[in-house]
């Protein structure tokens, strides 16, 4: 599935398809996770920015980053941390080569939750929870 059809498919609309990593509608905040990214033996299932993302020199300033800033800082405020997802697959910088919204429904009920999150670099850590309570943190 293309990129911007995997938000579509979750009621989120990109922007700026080809620069924006998050989206946002009047109910929710959606992330892109790039699946190389995600630690899948941890449990819960887990990806931090600062440990997979490569070197923040690569990505802090790009438009991306500060529209992801932003609608994390929404989905703490907002929403208790949770997010919609896309699972993206591809070689980060270098471009998708298919996308996959994220389905609690079809992931035993799990869904992605920001658990820590830097509000200067962009830093984030997301945890693939059931929908309950769990601490959020800052970097």
């Given at each position: 599935m293309l990129y911007s059809e995997?938000?579509?498919?979750?009621?989120y609309?990109?922007?700026?398809?080809?620069l924006d990593w998050t989206a946002s509608k009047d109910?929710?905040?959606?992330?892109?996770l790039?699946?190389?990214?995600?630690?899948?033996?941890?449990r819960p299932l887990s990806m931090s920015s600062q440990v997979r993302s490569g070197p923040l020199e690569d990505w802090v300033g790009r438009h991306g980053n500060k529209l992801r800033k932003k609608h994390l800082a929404v989905a703490l405020k907002e929403y208790g941390g949770w997010v919609?997802?896309?699972?993206?697959?591809?070689?980060?910088g270098a471009g998708v080569d298919r996308a996959e919204p994220w389905r609690p429904e079809a992931r035993q009920g799990l869904k992605w939750r920001v658990v820590a999150f830097d509000v200067e670099t962009g830093h984030f850590t997301v945890e693939a929870h059931q929908m309950r309570d769990v601490g959020v943190a800052n970097l």
């Open positions: 995997a938000f579509q498919k979750l009621g609309r990109l922007v700026r398809p080809r109910d929710g905040i959606c992330v892109s790039w699946k190389k990214e995600i630690d899948w033996e941890a919609d997802a896309v699972i993206v697959e591809g070689e980060p």
